[in-house]
């Protein structure tokens, strides 16, 4: 959990959803991916555990982000008028149809971005899914 994992996810999402052929805006989801692991770094490091990172396409194009930390509490998104932090979540808020979180039955939290799906395709496009289980539901 240092800050050269942001870079590393920027890369392997890139190169993911590259391989998938995700059709929707793949510089939004790798921005979405930094954002939230960029957060657990600065918030959530814990001497000894790690964050996972977890992409799920969804039919049509939907896109699940999940990064799980060791800690069961979330960030508040409080971003001062000259303030340089908080913005990240309004980023991913703003890029995403769904953010939210939930507790891990073992240790800490994760929070979760959803792309929408794509309801209404390119006619050229690759649609399905890449293979991948779909994520759990979002808790209620």
Known sequence: MTLRSVRLVRLHVRRRLTMWQWAVDIDDAVLVASELVTNAVRHARVVGHELWLRLAELEHDGLVVDVSDPLRVFPEADVEPDGEGGRGLLVVRHLTAELDWFLRADVGKTVRARFAPN????????GGTAGCPAAPPLPS
């Open 119 to 126: 309801l209404n395709p390119h006619p050229h496009a690759r």
